[in-house]
C-alpha cells in the first residue's frame, strides 16, 4: 500500500524539539538529542510538524509501505539504541496497542545475545508503572488512538444511552487500517450525516463493530480510502463492511469507493448496502 509518512534528517536536525508539540498523534519524541519517529504505526502522514522545523529536517515521503509489522519496526528501533526503544514500546502501551506491545517485547527477549543493551531494563521499565509516562510528546490527546470497548456496555433501553464507539480515531484520513481494533472485525464505514439522522446509531448500527466515517463530497483525496479499505480487507481480514449512506446523491460515491477497494483486495469480503432516509428512515438495505 502506497502511503505518506513522516521522514527525519537527522544531519539536519539540532534537537529543539519545536516539532514535537505539533504532532497529533504523539509519534514525535526527543530521544539523545534528536527527534525521533518513535512508531510510524500512529503517522498519519498529514504533516503538521513540517512548518514547525527551523531547519527544514522533517518532510513528507511516499512509499510503497508493508502493513505495519511490529518485527520489522523492532529490527529498526534496536539500532537507535535503548532509551528509542523505551520510548517506542511505550508509546504502543499508552495507545493500548497490546498486541505489538507483546510482540516488540517478545522480539526483545529472542534477540537479548545480540542486542548491545541489556533488554530486562527496557523491559522493566516499560511494564512498571513508575517509568510509566503518560505524556504524549504534547500530542493532542483528540488524535489519540484509544481502544475503551470494555468499558462501554449498550443498554437498548436506557434513557441516557452509552455510546457504542470502541475506538479513536474515526474519520477515514486518520485511521489506521493496522490498528489492533480493525483486526478481524465487523466494519460500519458511514457517511457522515448518517450518526445524526438515525435516533439508533449506536444501540443498533455501530454496537459490536469498528467504525470509519467519511464524506464522498466533500473530503479530499478520496483515493487514498481506497488503499486504506483494501489493508483492511486483506491484512486486518475484516468479516463483513455495512456501508452506511444517506440517500442523497453524493453518498453513493461511498458505495463507489468500496467497489473499487473489493476490485484490488486479494481477500472477498460481504458488503451490505444502507440508505437511510433525510428523517432517519431505512429506505434500503441489501448486500452487494
Not at 522480539?107 to 509516562?133: R, W
Not at 470509519?212 to 486486518?236: F, G, R, W
Not at 476490485?263 to 432517519?280: E, M, S
Request: hydrophobic letters at 40%; one cysteine or more; charged letters at 25%.
Amino acid at each position: 500500500m502506497k502511503r505518506q509518512i513522516v521522514k527525519i534528517d537527522e544531519d539536519k536536525c539540532t534537537g529543539c524539539g519545536l516539532c514535537v508539540p505539533n504532532c497529533a498523534e504523539g509519534a514525535l519524541q526527543i530521544i539523545d538529542g534528536k527527534v525521533r519517529l518513535v512508531s510510524d504505526l500512529l503517522c498519519d502522514g498529514l504533516g503538521a510538524c513540517l512548518g514547525h522545523c527551523p531547519e527544514g529536517a522533517i518532510e513528507i515521503e511516499e512509499r510503497e509501505a508493508e502493513p505495519y509489522n511490529e518485527i520489522k519496526v523492532m529490527d529498526m528501533m534496536v539500532k537507535q539504541g535503548k532509551n528509542t526503544v523505551i520510548a517506542h514500546l511505550k508509546h504502543l502501551k499508552d495507545h493500548n496497542e497490546n498486541g505489538f506491545l507483546k510482540e516488540g517485547i517478545t522480539y526483545l527477549i529472542d534477540h537479548q545475545k545480540e542486542i548491545e543493551f541489556d533488554v530486562n531494563v527496557v523491559i522493566e521499565n516499560v511494564k512498571s508503572p513508575a517509568g510509566h509516562d503518560h505524556h504524549h510528546g504534547g500530542g493532542c490527546p483528540g488524535m489519540k488512538t484509544m481502544s475503551f470497548a470494555a468499558k462501554n456496555e449498550v443498554d437498548d433501553k436506557a434513557v441516557n444511552q452509552p455510546t457504542a464507539l470502541t475506538q479513536w480515531p474515526v474519520q477515514m484520513h486518520l485511521v489506521n487500517p493496522a490498528a489492533s481494533y480493525f483486526q478481524n472485525s465487523d466494519l460500519l464505514l458511514a457517511a457522515d450525516c448518517t450518526a445524526f439522522a438515525l435516533g439508533n446509531f449506536h444501540s443498533f448500527w455501530l454496537k459490536n463493530k469498528s467504525l470509519a466515517i467519511a464524506c464522498p463530497k466533500l473530503d479530499s483525496n478520496t483515493d487514498v480510502y481506497i488503499d486504506k479499505l483494501v489493508a483492511m480487507i486483506d491484512q486486518a481480514k475484516l468479516n463483513t463492511i455495512t456501508v452506511l449512506i444517506m440517500e442523497v446523491p453524493c453518498c453513493g460515491g461511498l458505495i463507489h469507493l468500496v467497489k473499487l477497494a473489493l476490485d484490488k483486495a486479494a481477500r472477498k469480503v460481504p458488503v451490505k448496502k444502507v440508505v437511510v432516509g433525510i428523517q432517519g428512515e431505512i429506505l434500503q438495505e441489501e448486500w452487494i
